[in-house]
């Protein structure tokens, strides 16, 4: 990244390494599951994670149940970790806009649009361009008191620029001071469009890099290890949805402990076009969109919790909620060297919010016994994910190349000739093999320079026909990879006029008239090589001059490219690419899978074993479980039970407690949000009797017992509570 602001960043985070090697080590909580909330703790929300994000400080609020220490204090003494978050673009941050906290308002400071509106996320809160006054009144008034209340993580969400944004004159101050020169109306050249959202991107990168930098030099002078996170949706999204963020750049930051990963129905139902159709692929985007967040961490080994919702922000219906929650929850789990989550985001409109009860109903309804059971369910399965060494079923070792200026180039309204308007520059090189069953990873430009950024890529496909690459240093990185062994499929015709727009491969000592010309002679070829095969070192190099929505944008148009690449990749591994419709992984004793449409055969995928179906809330054992194209399935395998004589929850609507073992006896506590019904699934060595307690010590009259003989298992299904009820079996 070729930004001037690299230096301050560099000697920032010099300050905050050195900041956290002098903070006491302390012993930290588990931490493996989170959810993100603005309420205090109350029985109907009593989710069960490991740690309670608190949402915002709200520096005005007078109510005591509002108070933002108030509000800590209700979580931890329910024995939860508490976190905090808050809104880097916007927030609740009236006193800020309203001249109420230095005596001037600050709407100008607002992002505004090209016909002079601004861009608003509340009342008197506008989407911010993140000035330095603006981040000094973050860090005196929410970070410091935050960690003055005794947090120790710090979660910075959704550092967003909208791509279409740009006019305030908050804006056009930072250009010029950023620049050197007078603002320039994005609207009017390709090149303004890529230095305006160039700026942007800058923008949050600094915003970041300061707030953070301050959050832990401020934690250290108190004795505190403060972590770091920046909650953000993936590229991938942010690209269709023209948001400019920093994403992969700040994984390098010595101040940036990690992120989450904000994928969920709502940013995986973004339409794509495939095969010529333009439409919804929920579990596909999915798996490419945790995909891309995973690949800008790993290499950087920063932690990230991937994130699930079992509804989102647009009003549908419950069916269509549960639906697309399996999808994308499945294509989580399709990662297994991760096991970090952020379970859900606001559990107060997930168990409180009325939503429609069908597609084609006005009626509204609050979330049914039976979603909120196989939820929680599904919840509480996270606590025991383990990391698995197993690998999705498939072809491995294709990868995509992607990078941050993916986001420069985005703009609602085709300019001098460009139009991408369905993303499909990137679609193109992933969902053709997606498809076919191919589990496609992603490669981001900033990481090359990691050695683990290589590890699993054997063909690398690439493009600039939608984004360009920051720096030289990533084409030597890619040269170095390939004259290795690896190999490299170009695909482009590198005719738009982002090619020509003011950066290092045209200024300077460099004249090249695209920045493939560049890597091309580094590859060693000639600066504007014609489709064919190419060799560098140990490596090749496939030039196709095609752009990639030309493989997706109509019919039957991607076969002559698939053929191509698994030839190449044959040629890399050995093996041809495996075709196939679904998707499968074992982790520990879960099995996931996935089936999909569109695909290479409409066969269902039927997995046999002894299995507890645990996206069904009657959570049945099954030998036999048939999974159809559009479908997934999520099953704990019996066989594979850590502790089968001596009794065991496989699956359970709650969250298990003080587990003790005698020789015939099996008891423990499970807890769980109030106005819930629990359903457990038991691995007992015999029957048991059956006793049950609330919290109060009182027997519980009303509950289900059901012994299967065949599998050995027990379910029970009772009304759960926070407090926590008392389950003893006896044998």
């Known amino acids: ?89 916007w927030g609740n941050y009236e006193d800020y806009f309203c001249g109420r906290w230095d005596g001037r308002t600050h709407m100008d400071e607002g992002q505004r649009q090209q016909n002079g509106d601004t861009i608003w996320h509340g009342k008197n809160v506008p989407y911010i361009v993140p000035t330095l006054n603006y981040l000094k009144y973050i860090k005196e008034e929410h970070i410091k008191r935050v960690i003055d209340a005794g947090i120790d993580a710090i979660f910075l969400e959704e550092p967003e620029f909208w791509t279409f944004a740009g006019y305030s004159e908050a804006f056009k101050r930072e250009w010029k001071d950023f620049y050197g020169f007078d603002w320039r109306p994005q609207h009017e050249s390709a090149e303004n469009t890529y230095l305006s959202n160039k700026l942007k991107y800058h923008l949050y990168y600094r915003a970041l890099n300061e707030c953070f930098t301050f959050a832990k030099e401020y934690g250290c002078s108190k004795g505190m290890n403060v972590r770091c996170y920046v909650p953000t949706h993936s590229l991938i999204n942010y690209s269709q949805w023209h948001i400019v963020s920093p994403e992969a750049s700040i994984a390098s930051m010595e101040c940036v402990d990690g992120y989450i990963a904000q994928v969920w129905t709502g940013t995986s139902r973004v339409p794509n076009c495939y095969n010529g159709e333009y439409r919804e692929r929920i579990f596909e985007n999915a798996f490419m969109e945790y995909g891309c967040m995973e690949s800008m961490t790993a290499p950087t080994r920063r932690k990230v919790f991937f994130l699930t919702d079992p509804i989102e922000d647009c009003p549908r219906d419950w069916a269509d909620y ?41 009626r509204k309804e609050r979330i049914s016994r039976s979603f909120s059971t196989q939820m929680q369910v599904m919840v509480n399965s996270l606590n025991h994910m383990p990391v698995s060494e197993n690998r999705v079923s498939g072809s491995e070792g294709i990868s995509v190349l992607m990078g941050n200026s993916l986001m420069f180039q985005r703009t609602l309204q085709p300019i001098e000739g460009f139009d991408d308007s369905r993303f499909s520059d990137f679609y193109g090189l992933s969902m053709p093999f997606l498809k076919r069953g191919v589990p496609v990873s992603i490669v981001h430009i900033e990481n090359t320079g990691y050695a683990k950024t290589w590890e699993n890529t ?274």
């Open 1 to 89: 990244m070729n930004f001037k602001l690299l230096g301050l960043a560099a000697t920032l985070s010099l300050g905050a390494a050195a900041c956290r090697q002098a903070a006491a080590p302390t012993s930290t909580p588990r931490e493996q599951t989170a959810f993100q909330t603005s309420q205090p703790w109350s029985p109907s929300i009593d989710v069960r994670a490991d740690v309670a994000i608190v949402y915002g400080v709200n520096p005005s609020a007078t109510d005591s149940t509002r108070i933002f220490e108030n509000r800590v204090r209700s979580w931890r003494d329910k024995g939860y970790t508490t976190h905090f978050m808050t809104g880097i673009a």
């Open 322 to 362: 549960k639906k697309s929650y399996e999808a994308t929850f499945t294509a989580k789990l399709l990662y297994p060297r991760n096991n970090n989550y952020e379970v859900m985001p606001w559990p107060e409109r997930i168990y409180n919010g009325l939503y429609q009860t069908r597609k084609d109903s006005d």
């Open 458 to 731: 054997r063909v690398l496909l690439m493009t600039y026909s939608n984004m360009k690459p920051l720096e030289a240093e990533a084409h030597r990185n890619i040269a170095r990879w390939v004259a290795d062994g690896g190999t490299l499929v170009y695909c482009g015709r590198d005719d738009d006029a982002f090619q020509r727009v003011s950066e290092w491969w045209n200024t300077g000592d460099n004249d090249y008239s695209c920045p493939s010309a560049h890597l091309f002679t580094t590859l060693g070829l000639d600066a504007h090589p014609a489709t064919g095969v190419y060799t560098h070192g140990q490596g090749k190099i496939y030039v196709v001059r095609r752009n990639p929505r030309e493989m997706v944008d109509r019919r039957n148009a991607d076969g002559e490219f698939v053929r191509l690449i698994d030839e190449a990749y044959t040629n890399a591994t050995g093996q041809p690419l495996q075709f196939k419709n679904n998707f499968q992984l074992r982790r520990g004793a879960y099995t996931i899978a996935s089936v999909m449409d569109e695909s290479v055969s409409d066969e269902p995928l039927t997995l046999r074993g002894r299995f507890v179906d645990l996206f069904d809330p009657a959570l049945p054992v099954v030998t036999q479980k048939v999974v159809r194209p559009g479908q997934q399935a999520f099953l704990y395998d019996l066989e594979q039970a850590a502790q089968p004589l001596r009794g065991e929850v496989v699956a359970a609507a709650a969250r298990v407690y003080d587990e003790q073992r005698g020789d015939n006896s099996y008891s423990f506590t499970v807890k769980s949000p109030a106005n819930t019904t629990n359903a457990m699934r038991l691995l007992l060595p015999h029957e048991p009797k059956v006793t049950l307690t609330d919290a109060q010590g009182h027997p519980l009259e009303t509950f289900t017992s059901q012994w299967d003989a065949a599998s050995g298992t027990l379910f029970l299904g009772f009304e759960n509570s926070p407090e926590g009820v008392a389950v003893r079996l006896e044998w």
